[in-house]
C-alpha cells in the first residue's frame, strides 16, 4: 500500500503544488517553499518534524484544497532547502530556532499573507509555539501535534534511556554504537560522532540515531517509513540538524514554551496527542493545554507519535475542517 493509498478516506485527495520558490534568507541559506490548493483561500503554514525531517506531498492533504492556500516550508539544511546537512562541510552555526522563527516571518511577508494558520507537528509544533509567541499578531489558528517544548525531561525521556523501558531492544541497537563509558550522556556522545567529518563514522551513527526515533514513534512497527528514514543523505541530515539543536536545548529557557503559553490567549487552538505516544509523551501536551485553557486537547486512545496513523491523522483533518467553516 502507498503512503497515498494509507489515507484514501481519511485525508483529502492528492494535489500538486501551483507555486514553489527559494526564498533567499541570508547566511547563505535558501528555503525551499510551495503554495497549494485555493490561491484565494485560507492561509495555512505546514511546519515538519525533526527538526530535519523535510516535507513530503501527503502533509498538503490534512487541508481541503478548496478552502485553505496551502504552504509547506523545507526548513533550513533539509528537503529541498539549500545547503543540505547531509553536505560536506556544511555549517550549522545559522542553524538555530530563532533563525527558523524569522524565516517563517520572512516568508509570511514575502507572500502576501497577513495571517496564517500554524500547523506543526513534533520538533514542528515547538517551532509552532516559538513562532507565535513571538508573532501572536501573525497567527489565526494553532493545529499541533505529539507537543514536544525540548524541556530537559522531554530530552531525557528519548534519547538518555527513559523509553528504554518500552523498547528494551531497540534501545540496545540505538546504544550499540557507543562505547560504555559515554553512555551517560547519548546526546553529547552521538554529536561528537555526527560532526566527525569522515563518512565511516557519521554515516553509521546517523543511520542508528534516525532508525531510533522511525521505530518508536508509531504505535505498531512500520518498515517501510523505517527503510525512508535511514536512507543515508536523509539521516545524516536529520540527525545533525536534530542533534545539534538537542545540545542546545532548542536554544530555549527550560520551560519556555509551557510559560510562555500566555501569549497565545487569543489565538484559537487544538492540540492532537495520541495517548500512547512514546517520543514526545502526552505529559507535554497536558502541561501545554493547562497553561492555555482556550485550547482544545484531543487524546487519541489508540495512536502512538506519528501523523501517519489513522487516529492522528483523522483527528488533524477535523481540526483543520473545524477551522476552515468560515473561511
Sequence with gaps: MSASDHFDGILYPSIEPYETGMLLVGDGNRVYWEQSGNPSGKPVVFLHG??????????????????????????????KSTPHA??????????????????????????????????????????ALAYAQAHPASVSELVLRGVF????HELEWFYEGGASVVFPDLWEEFIAPIPLLERSRMIEAYHRRLIDPDPAVHVPAA?????????????????????????????????????????????????????????????????????????????TAWDLHRAWPQ????????????????????????????????A
Design 50 to 79: 525533526g527538526p530535519g525531517g523535510g516535507t513530503s506531498a501527503w502533509q498538503r492533504r490534512f487541508f481541503d484544497p478548496e478552502k485553505y492556500r496551502i504552504v509547506l516550508v523545507d526548513q533550513r539544511g533539509c528537503g
Design 86 to 127: 547531509s553536505e560536506p562541510g556544511t555549517s550549522l552555526r545559522f542553524n538555530t530556532t530563532w533563525h527558523l522563527v524569522a524565516d517563517l516571518e520572512l516568508l509570511r511577508r514575502n507572500l502576501g499573507i497577513e495571517r496564517w494558520q500554524v500547523f506543526g507537528g513534533s520538533w514542528g509544533s515547538a517551532l
Design 149 to 152: 517544548t525540548l524541556r530537559r
Design 207 to 283: 543511520v542508528a540515531w534516525t532508525r531510533w526515533e522511525a521505530e518508536t514513534v508509531t504505535l505498531r512497527p512500520d518498515p517501510d517509513r523505517v527503510a525512508d528514514a535511514v536512507e543515508p543523505e536523509h539521516a545524516v541530515a536529520f540527525a545533525r540538524i536534530e542533534n545539534h539543536y538537542f545540545m542546545q536545548s532548542g536554544w530555549f529557557r527550560e520551560g519556555q514554551l509551557i510559560d510562555g503559553a500566555t501569549a497565545l490567549r487569543d489565538i484559537p487552538g487544538v492540540i492532537v496527542q495520541g495517548r500512547y505516544d512514546m517520543c514526545t509523551p502526552i505529559m
Design 295 to 326: 485550547s482544545e486537547l484531543v487524546i487519541v486512545p489508540d495512536a502512538g507519535h506519528s501523523a501517519s496513523e489513522p487516529g492522528i491523522a483523522r483527528a488533524l483533518r477535523d481540526a483543520t475542517d473545524l477551522f476552515a467553516r468560515d
